[in-house]
């Protein structure tokens, strides 16, 4: 078998050893060997596995599986936007990576609209409420999906999971849903939560080849948000180039400068929430 992904259209693409760019040979039967010597076990064997592929020859069965997995995902995801229409509800799924300043931001976003708009979260996280507690006290409702109960620890949120913290809010009572995913820069990317836009943080600690690191990230979001602009005079950060990286990725993205600290830029943000709530409903 090959190496498999899905694009953003929905379809598959497979990529078989023995096509054009795949010249280099493997062989996947007992004999598989690499030439780098492999390492020590405990009781000073050698780990002959390492680099063995045989647990993968599994091609057209494993993408009909995924194939299965990605359309209850999208059935579930059209459910939780027809259930969000229905309320008059807008909502954004915000990703980004660790540490980037999700929360943060959100704080500072109820904050400022707890007059103007009736908010929700999602807050979403393997383990622990310390997000969920953090945005507490802004008048905003609050459901926590930690993926570690219940949901095997995923590193992403899905439409499913979705729908089962749908069912602790009330969404008639709502304006504007805030779906803080998990902090990865991969998988998330990957499913439809039933959302009307998706965003994403990227910090300006995390370097400007990003966008060309994690093309599929940022192919798929409306806005990139770029968080810690503060910090630009103490780092190395080359914010032309990351714009530029950002612009050959997915050039209508709209690009959003801010400080989640000091609140600069942050009235940009807010500014395209209005947007998105201020577009009529489908």
Not at 52 to 61: A, F, K, M, N
Not at 232 to 244: H, I, N, Q, R, V
Request: net charge negative; aromatic share 4%; hydrophobic share 35%.
């Amino acid at each position: 078998m090959g190496r498999f992904h899905r694009h953003d259209d929905g379809t598959w693409h497979q990529h078989d050893h023995d096509e054009p760019g795949h010249d280099h040979e493997h062989s996947h039967d007992h004999e598989h060997h690499h030439d780098h010597e492999h390492p020590l076990l405990s009781d000073g064997s050698r780990a002959q596995l390492i680099g063995d592929h045989r647990g993968y020859d599994t091609g057209l069965e494993r993408i009909d599986v995924l194939e299965r997995i990605y359309d209850e995902n999208d059935k579930a995801a059209a459910s939780n936007r027809a259930k969000l229409d229905a309320a008059g509800v807008k909502a954004v799924n915000l990703m980004s990576s660790p540490g980037s300043g999700k929360t943060a931001l959100l704080a500072r976003t109820l904050d400022a609209l707890r007059d103007e708009v009736r908010c929700g979260v999602i807050e979403g996280d393997i383990e622990t409420s310390l997000d969920a507690d953090r945005l507490g006290g802004y008048g905003a409702q609050i459901s926590l999906l930690n993926t570690g109960d219940g949901f095997g620890g995923e590193c992403h949120l899905d439409a499913p999971m979705v729908a089962h913290a749908l069912d602790g809010l009330d969404l008639d009572a709502l304006d504007l849903l805030l779906i803080e995913n998990v902090g990865n820069l991969v998988c998330p990317a990957e499913f439809d939560v039933g959302a009307h836009s998706r965003a994403m943080i990227a910090s300006v600690t995390e370097g400007e080849d990003k966008p060309l690191k994690y093309p599929v990230m940022f192919r798929s979001v409306d806005v990139v948000v770029v968080n810690k602009i503060d910090l630009l005079p103490y780092l190395d950060f080359k914010l032309d180039e990351f714009l530029a990286n950002v612009q050959a990725v997915n050039p209508s993205a709209r690009v959003i400068k801010v400080s989640a600290t000091t609140g600069e830029g942050v009235d940009g943000w807010l500014g395209w929430l209005r947007e998105l709530l201020a577009q009529p409903g489908k």
